[in-house]
């Protein structure tokens, strides 16, 4: 293409640098909320130690309100929306930018919430697999009316990366374990509290446990397509999620609000701490290149 536009994000090739704005980037994390992925951008720099406050990080995106861009230093931070349509629409154009940006080496992170499994309120759950409502590790597309199959594999030694950083953030309680991806927050996760429901509390709870069995440790709705789209395109992947509550206890999420916000920190705290790791070549030594 001569010029690639890169409609829901409101940037392009023709118009942007794109290089010159992206080239350096390494780290880029995803999550539903616009704000949660502000507030993780200005916690970032403020971990990377770069200048400034961090408080006045300008909405990459702003010329849209599809999605939420910021970039400190090495790490792009960028919201998704809830659900496959919008995380797939956004991993189309965002991948297409690294590529433009002619990035190399990025590691893409989902750090996000979900309802866990058998776990306690407030555990980080890194996804050692996507798995589908049948607890099958595929995501399902289709392309031009054929149900195309894809593959959900996620980077192992990457999952075992932030295990082993969980340590540094020894609050609260990380695991490693299947994520079940659904297409709802209601029926589609088991739940009795929607404005529809067609089952009865005991078939609710036989799924959970079937899904439990089959190792599912927490549930949330875009890790299956994001595990596919970044693993056919080459991007080192991970999934991070924190339990907002124990779906075999209940449905509502009933935590208060403050409680729910620092839930929502934890991932972001274990992915600084995976970030700022020394590496052999540190680029925390070159801050002043990034802006
Ligand atoms: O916390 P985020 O990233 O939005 O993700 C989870 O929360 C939303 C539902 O409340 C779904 O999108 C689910 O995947
Ligand atoms: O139960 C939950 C909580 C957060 N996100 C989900 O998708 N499900």
């Not at 400190?72 to 956004?90: A, D, E, K, Y």
């Not at 776990?119 to 049948?134: F, L, P, Q, R």
């Not at 289709?142 to 340590?167: I, P």
Request: charged share 25%; with cysteine; hydrophobic share 40%.
């Amino acid at each position: 293409m001569e010029e690639d536009i890169l409609y829901h994000l409101d940037l392009g090739t023709r118009t942007h640098n794109l290089p010159a704005m992206f080239g350096d980037i390494k780290f880029v994390c995803v999550g539903g909320s616009p704000n949660r992925m502000k507030a993780f951008a200005q916690f970032m720099h403020k971990e990377l130690g770069l200048e400034g406050s961090g408080e006045d990080l300008a909405d990459i995106c702003a010329g849209t309100d599809r999605y939420a861009m910021y970039r400190t230093g090495p790490v792009l931070s960028i919201s998704h929306g809830m659900g496959i349509p919008s995380i797939s629409i956004m991993l189309h154009e965002l991948i297409k930018l690294l590529h433009h940006a002619k990035c190399r080496d990025v590691t893409i992170i989902r750090i996000g919430t979900s309802g866990g499994l058998g776990i306690e309120a407030g555990s980080v759950v890194i996804t050692d697999t996507a798995v589908d409502a049948s607890f099958q590790p595929r995501f399902e597309q289709v392309v031009l009316g054929d149900v195309v199959v894809r593959s959900t594999d996620l980077d192992r030694d990457l999952a075992e990366e932030l295990l082993a950083c969980s340590k540094e953030v020894p609050d609260f309680p990380t695991l490693i374990g299947h994520t079940m991806c659904t297409y709802d927050f209601y029926e589609g996760q088991g739940r009795l509290d929607g404005a529809l429901c067609s089952f009865s509390s005991e078939k609710k709870l036989e799924y959970l446990k079937r899904a439990h069995e089959a190792g599912v440790r927490n549930i949330e709705m875009e890790s299956t397509a994001f595990a596919a789209m970044c693993g056919l395109c080459g991007l080192k992947a991970a999934v991070v999620c924190v339990a907002l509550l124990d779906r075999l206890e209940g449905d509502q999420i009933r935590a208060p609000r403050e409680v729910l916000r620092e839930y929502q920190q934890r991932p972001q705290r274990l992915i600084a701490a995976f970030i700022r790791r020394p590496l052999p070549c540190d680029y925390m030594s070159v801050p002043l290149s990034f802006t």
